[in-house]
């Protein structure tokens, strides 16, 4: 298949895609079940998403790295959505941790030279350390949101290693942005009595799934970046 009829073909999918996501994203907030984290169609379009970047895959690690992460998330989704119950939801979330290492491996492709990627592994590692011998002084945390903390850390160095690079990777940073507040919103609706959480804004966590109207647009996004070439856009 030559570039332009690649190009139109990834253009049509994409379209085509996006148009399912958003009919099953937009049913599910028209249905007033947004609030309902276990619903299939989240799934499915979490699914959906996977589907299209595997579709693409490239022999390009970068974006091998984004497919699988992205199938991890699949995975651990299963628990958390479509099987939910205390002891899945640790192990999806330990699966998630998956997910940040085939990410944390995708950031080493961003970062050049030995020297500043040893820099972002030492940050990386110091930050996990600090908050794992820190946090808990004040708030008493059990594994499976000892395990949350590792992975929201973990997260957010990846998210300002993507920054750090945002001229050819603003797609999947707007992507992956999305998916680090959905993780934020999470962690606070889960462990609202835990941070004290009260009032206006308690009632906001536990009325609307912010985080379902951020992940699926999120991991989306992130899809279409591992389909989309912008380094090369107009040499494909």
């Not at 939801?89 to 492709?109: D, K, P």
Request: contains cysteine.
């Amino acid at each position: 298949m030559d570039s332009l009829k690649l190009r139109n073909f990834k253009l049509i999918m994409s379209i085509l895609f996006g148009a399912g996501i958003l009919a099953m994203f937009l049913y599910v907030c028209i249905r007033g079940s947004a609030n309902d984290p276990y619903n299939a169609l989240s799934y499915a379009s979490i699914g959906a998403s996977f589907l299209l970047s595997l579709i693409f895959v490239r022999k390009s690690p970068k974006k091998i790295l984004i497919t699988l992460a992205l199938g991890i998330n699949v995975v651990a989704d299963y628990f958390l959505v479509l099987m939910p119950s205390e002891q899945n939801r640790l192990i999806g979330v330990c699966i998630f941790l998956g997910v940040q290492f085939a990410y944390f491996l995708y950031t080493m492709f961003l970062v050049k030279g030995i020297g500043l990627k040893i820099v972002w592994i030492a940050i990386r590692v110091a930050l996990c350390l600090l908050a794992g011998f820190l946090v808990p002084l004040w708030l008493k945390l059990d594994t499976l949101e000892m395990i949350s903390l590792i992975y929201i850390v973990n997260s957010f160095v990846t998210l300002a290693t993507i920054a750090f690079h945002l001229r050819f990777e603003w797609l999947t940073f707007v992507g992956y942005f999305l998916f680090f507040a959905c993780d934020i919103f999470v962690g606070l609706t889960y462990g609202a009595g835990l941070l004290g959480i009260t009032g206006t804004f308690l009632n906001i966590l536990l009325n609307y799934d912010i985080a379902f109207y951020l992940y699926v647009p999120g991991i989306f996004i992130i899809a279409l970046s591992s389909v989309w070439e912008f380094k090369n856009w107009w040499k494909e």
